[in-house]
Nanobody, 116 residues
C-alpha cells in the first residue's frame, strides 16, 4: 500500500495551494480518505474527511477555505487550500481508513509553509 502526498510548498498569506495524494494497493473507493496536519510542537489534527460516498467534513478553522475532493478513477484525493494563514503552516498527511475493517494507512507528509 502506498500513499504519495505532494503539492506542498511556501506560499504567502492569502495564497493558495493544492495538495494531492495518489493511492495504490487498496480498494480506494471503499475507503474514507482524510487529510491531517501537524504543526511544530503541536498534536496532529484532522483537517478534512471525504467518505466513500463523497460526504465532506472539515475542521472548523478551515471551513470555507479548504475543499477536499476525490477522483476514484485516478485513486487520488486533493485538498484545495485557499486564503491560507500562517497558522495553516504544518506537515500535511493523507490517510486512508476503512470504516468497517479498521484498516488504516498513512502517507509520508508534505510541508506547507505560509509566510511573508
Amino acid at each position: 500500500v502506498q500513499l504519495q502526498a505532494s503539492g506542498g510548498g511556501l506560499v504567502q498569506p492569502g495564497g493558495s495551494l493544492r495538495l494531492s495524494c495518489a493511492v495504490s494497493g487498496i480498494a480506494f473507493s471503499a475507503y474514507f480518505m482524510r487529510w491531517h496536519r501537524q504543526a511544530p510542537g503541536k498534536q496532529r489534527e484532522l483537517v478534512a474527511t471525504i467518505t466513500a460516498g463523497g460526504a465532506r467534513i472539515y475542521l472548523d478553522s478551515v471551513k470555507g477555505r479548504f475543499t477536499i475532493s476525490r477522483d476514484n478513477a485516478k485513486n487520488t484525493i486533493y485538498l484545495q487550500m485557499n486564503s491560507l494563514k500562517p497558522e495553516d503552516t504544518a506537515v500535511y498527511y493523507c490517510n486512508a481508513h476503512h470504516l468497517v475493517r479498521g484498516y488504516d494507512y498513512w502517507g509520508q507528509g508534505t510541508q506547507v509553509t505560509v509566510s511573508s
